[in-house]
């Protein structure tokens, strides 16, 4: 060893009186601007829809119930809690998260003894670092998945303003495939959906290319998916969580391309039915509409004998004889109807309960009785020059239309009204009209103001697209009438529709006039039922059946159900039609 | 660039090439004159310093690729070499003679995608997984979750909830 070996590690002792490069106070330290720290997360903005439970690749994130969150329609009230002994802060969650409340501060510091603490709920539980502006959060200049929805082949305004050829061509197989790898599979949808549909798992289905499993999971909860598939509300669309960074998935067009894609006579096969056992009991449904025949399939599914009561010549209520063909061909509907048919379900068509046939015979000859009979009675604005013979309810041309009835289509016309009835009458009328005249000379006139007009956005821009003319936030006042003969609609201005309970009350101003010329006009405001056939059963104040949970009335054979309980829309009167069989099932076992 | 690009062309099978950046651009070689082609960069072309030596897993096409990220300081600009190899058996040759520095990168990548490079350096010797006893973790067959839950044990009195079956207690219980 030589000298120099020795005296080497003196010379440190220099370091003594240098200035010393530790910090003094490390928890000074400040993170990168984008630095992954502890997360903070939006409470309003989270939406609980746990894709970053699903993303976590180290199964850190549970999604948990908080005080103060509550759960209602497109909200789980769920929050995720962090267990930061497995957390990676790889910010995945933070990347796929939809709504974007759930982001990462820049803060990494913090010390303490008991392992507990630090699985916490960002936001739930306060933390120093919760108002950081700074720390993690996704770029814009990426996302995980497609935030605008595959857009669905549709005729031209030319192509459909005359005829009553289907509108929207559907999904090919390419385009589906592609919309349906959009869903997360949250399944925030299913409890808004009224029949609460089981959506993610059709639309993972549809991703599979497995038409068939798809075809089983539509027909748990909803018999009807080529009449849903093409005129569903689709209340479902509104509160998926897709909409947060673009466009909501196209639920509809998924649950029509499952659909379209089975051949009718498979149908049997797939969705085993094909030896049902039948037991003795029988049941009567009244009307052959969403909610009668999503009954009447549950209810020959467990085995009872199911005959059916319709006023009119084919089945489908409502969807045949209100919707127009243009949304909903007949032929889609027979499709539907026919695989209800050949569980053994019987049809007698063109019987009126209460005029051909006494309820009372129902009873006597059947164990339980499910009357759902829809409203068919349109509602008049009852303005003076409303009782003129050229003055028509919407319901009724739209029925008379497909029953292959003439419509003395007129040149001018205005439809009041501001919902999708209102459309359906005005564009009906101006394809007769273009047919007729070879233009369009029509006017939608409603109380609401645009932003709050009831019909579906769509079908105000296709209206606008056929050439009619919207003219919403007018009140009818009377229909001028010179020489027995219409000359057109008075209007005055609509300030309101709503009071500030939210009822019906609107407010004028008188001296905002308009006059829209018209030799014809359609009210379109509302529809009545007709409940006469069932005199004596229980109403409520709102001069509704009184039913229970399971549409049971206040006569224990009696189940009333469909649009004159609930609605009105076809996925409710399914949903409550299913719900209806239940309860008759019950009823019957007990 | 492009002048370059086609100079190169004479010399070398450039099978695609990608002007992605005006400062970045990507050429594809095959396997056996990638290192011929980087060392020439090296060499002749200014392209002295060696930024990064990574890979992308394709499983679908059972191949790894490879790329060599090369900068010339006088053009103030990237040149990357993308090399496609097998993936049952990756082997590439090393280049830790080129710039030393690459034999952390080729250790690197024989731990996280279990690409051999013969001769390089302590390519075997464990880089940040000591005691490693899975498939390489980068390999895209490695089930993240599936290894998390299987190593780590979960923190007692966690309870999770789905926001479907939640919802369905919550909202519409007597369906």
Redesign the interface.
């Known amino acids: 060893m030589s000298l120099k070996d020795v005296l080497k590690p003196f010379t440190a002792w220099k370091n003594l009186i240098l200035e010393p490069v530790s910090i003094k106070k490390p928890l000074e330290r400040q993170g990168a601007p984008r630095y992954r720290g502890f997360h903070q997360n939006d409470l309003e903005k989270c939406i609980?829809?746990?894709t970053c439970?699903e993303i976590?690749?180290?199964?850190a994130?549970?999604?948990?119930?908080v005080d103060g969150v509550e759960?209602?329609?497109g909200d789980?009230?769920?929050r995720p809690q962090i267990?930061y002994?497995?957390c990676c802060w790889c910010a995945l969650c933070v990347d796929i998260c939809t709504t974007n409340s759930l982001t990462m501060s820049n803060q990494f510091q913090w010390i303490d003894s008991d392992p507990e603490v630090f699985?916490f709920t960002p936001g739930a539980d306060p933390k120093y670092w919760d108002n950081s502006e700074l720390g993690y959060r996704k770029p814009e200049l990426y996302e995980l998945y497609n935030t605008e929805r595959v857009k669905v082949e549709e005729l031209h305004p030319e192509e459909r303003d005359r005829s009553f050829i289907e509108m929207v061509k559907g999904f090919s197989k390419e385009q589906a495939m592609r919309e349906s790898d959009r869903c997360v599979e949250?399944?925030?949808c299913?409890?808004t959906c009224p029949a609460?549909m089981g959506i993610?798992s059709y639309i993972k289905a549809v991703r599979n290319d497995n038409i068939e499993e798809g075809l089983r999971v539509l027909y748990e909860t909803n018999p009807l998916p080529e009449i849903c598939g093409r005129v569903c509300t689709h209340k479902c669309e509104t509160v998926c969580a897709m909409q947060y960074k673009g466009d909501p998935l196209s639920i509809r067009w998924l649950k029509r391309y499952i659909a379209d894609q089975v051949n009718s006579r498979d149908y049997q096969k797939i969705l085993g039915t094909e030896n049902l056992q039948k037991n003795k009991k029988k049941v009567a449904i009244i009307g052959a509409g969403p909610a009668g025949l999503s009954a009447a399939y549950y209810l020959s599914l467990m085995g009872y004998q199911v005959k059916i009561f319709e006023a009119l010549e084919k089945a489908g209520g409502m969807t045949r004889y209100g919707i127009p063909e243009y949304r909903l061909p007949y032929d889609q509907i027979d499709k539907d109807v026919k695989y209800i048919e050949s569980l053994g379900v019987e049809f007698q068509f063109n019987t009126k309960i209460g005029t051909d046939i006494p309820l009372e015979k129902l009873r006597k000859d059947f164990d339980a009785v499910y009357a759902a009979t829809g409203l068919h009675l349109g509602r008049s604005t009852r303005i003076k020059g409303s009782d003129h013979e050229k003055c028509y309810q919407a319901v009724d041309l739209l029925r008379e239309y497909t029953l292959g009835q003439e419509i003395d289509v007129q040149e001018k016309i205005v439809v009041i009204g501001g919902g999708n009835v209102a459309m359906d009458i005005g564009r009906t009328l101006a394809r007769l009209q273009n047919q007729k005249f070879g233009k369009v000379q029509l006017i939608i006139t409603s109380l609401e103001s645009e932003d709050i007009m009831p019909a579906d956005r769509e079908e105000i821009v296709e209206s606008r697209e056929e050439k009619i003319r919207i003219e919403p936030g007018w009140g009818p006042k009377d229909i001028k009438i010179k020489d027995q003969t219409i000359q057109g609609l008075n209007v005055i201005k609509c300030l309101s529709v709503f009071d500030d309970e939210g009822r019906f009350n609107p407010v004028f101003d008188t001296d905002q006039k308009n006059f829209f010329e018209a030799d014809m006009v359609v009210e379109a405001i509302g529809q009545g039922m007709d409940i006469e056939y069932m005199k004596g059963v229980v109403l409520t104040e709102r001069h509704k059946v009184k039913v229970d949970?399971n549409f049971q009335s206040s006569e224990p054979w009696l189940f009333v159900g469909g649009d004159i309980v609930s609605g009105p829309d076809a996925i409710s009167a399914i949903g409550n039609g299913h719900?209806a069989a239940k309860g008759i099932d019950q009823y019957l076992n007990q | 660039m492009k002048e370059l690009i086609a100079r190169l062309k004479k010399q070398f099978k450039i099978t695609d090439e990608v002007y992605q950046k005006p400062d970045q651009t990507y050429i594809t070689v095959p396997q056996e004159q990638a290192v011929a082609l980087v060392t020439h960069l090296r060499d002749y072309e200014g392209f002295n310093h060696l930024v990064l030596l990574t890979a992308v897993d394709w499983i679908e096409e059972n191949l790894f690729q490879l790329i060599y990220l090369l900068n010339n300081n006088d053009f103030k600009a990237d040149l990357g070499v993308r090399v496609m190899i097998d993936r049952h058996e990756a082997t590439m040759t090393s280049i830790h003679h080129l710039w030393k520095a690459a034999a952390t990168y080729q250790r690197e990548l024989k731990e996280m995608f279990g690409i051999d490079f013969p001769g390089s350096p302590r390519v075997d010797e464990p880089f940040i997984l000591e005691g490693w006893d899975n498939i390489p973790p980068y390999r895209r067959d490695f089930d993240?979750?599936k290894y998390?839950?299987e190593t780590?044990f979960?923190?007692p009195g966690?309870?999770?909830?789905?926001?479907?079956e939640?919802?369905?207690k919550?909202?519409?219980p007597?369906?």
Do not use: W
């Open positions: 609980g829809c746990g439970e976590c690749q180290n199964a994130i549970d999604m948990v119930p759960t209602k329609p789980s009230g769920l267990d002994g497995r699985r949250c399944g925030l299913i409890a609460h993610p949970k719900q | 993240t979750k998390s839950e780590y979960p923190r966690r309870t999770t909830h789905d926001p479907a939640y919802m369905k919550k909202l519409y007597e369906d």
